[in-house]
């Protein structure tokens, strides 16, 4: 099974709210990034974060990170249209193949 | 301008038909590997190359083959396509698997019928 879980799966909010995608993973981890795809595009690297980090800013994004509970969520604020994508989290594990592991992804529509 | 370019980005082929998705990068990275997405199933990796001549199975490698003989090239290649093969492939590279950002292609996508 996937080692990061998207939750909800589906996210859909009016314009200048506050947007917030969680993401769960199994097993112990180096790091943990957040992605953004555009419907049918290749994905953007957004924010990194480090297990021994607890949370990280960027612009209109924080990212939290709780590895004793594996999860992580990240907060738009100030949500525009444009922002409308799908999001995904990805998992460094620390044993294991040399690769970052998916979630499915959260698909976030911003209503104007 | 750093880049991950795979062609063709579209192609209808036919059961049995060879092909071979290009790849290529601009960054002198030595990690690349290639995805497929599918709905409801996320992305999963196909292959990947942790450098020149080294390349390994990802989640899901049956009907595909890769090489590696230059640095900034990653064929992903199809030797005998089936439907159920269709999906939206995508190539990615980084500097190495050391936490660091990957970077996407653009996506190929990729129909057999």
């Known amino acids: 099974s996937q080692q990061g879980e998207e939750d909800p799966q589906a996210l859909s909010i009016q314009e200048g709210e506050n947007a917030t995608m969680n993401c769960s993973y199994k097993t112990s981890i180096n790091n943990l990034q957040w992605y953004r795809q555009n419907s049918g595009r290749g994905l953007v690297h957004l924010i990194l974060?480090?297990?021994?980090?607890r949370e990280k800013h960027s612009g209109r994004l924080r990212v939290t990170l709780d590895t004793s509970k594996k999860s992580s969520s990240l907060l738009i604020t100030a949500s525009r249209a444009a922002d409308t994508a799908s999001y995904f989290c990805a998992t460094d594990p620390i044993q294991g193949a040399q690769k970052l592991v998916f979630g499915q992804g959260t698909r976030l529509t911003i209503n104007p | 301008e750093a880049q991950v370019t795979q062609n063709p980005r579209y192609l209808i082929t036919v059961t049995g038909k060879k092909l071979t998705v290009t790849c290529s990068q601009n960054?002198?990275?030595?990690?690349m590997s290639w995805y497929r997405q599918d709905p409801g199933l996320g992305l999963r990796q196909i292959y990947y190359?942790?450098?020149?001549?080294?390349?390994d199975k990802g989640d899901v490698p049956e009907g595909y083959k890769v090489s590696r003989k230059e640095k900034r090239n990653f064929p992903l290649i199809l030797e005998s396509p089936s439907p159920n093969q269709t999906s939206l492939y995508f190539c990615?590279?980084?500097?190495?698997?050391?936490?660091?950002?990957?970077?996407f292609g653009e996506g190929s996508w990729l129909t057999v019928v």
């Open positions: 960054m002198n990275h030595e990690y």
């Open positions: 190359s942790m450098n020149v001549e080294v390349t």
């Open positions: 990615a590279s980084s500097r190495d698997t050391s936490g660091n950002t990957i970077y």
């Open positions: 974060i480090r297990s021994n980090e």
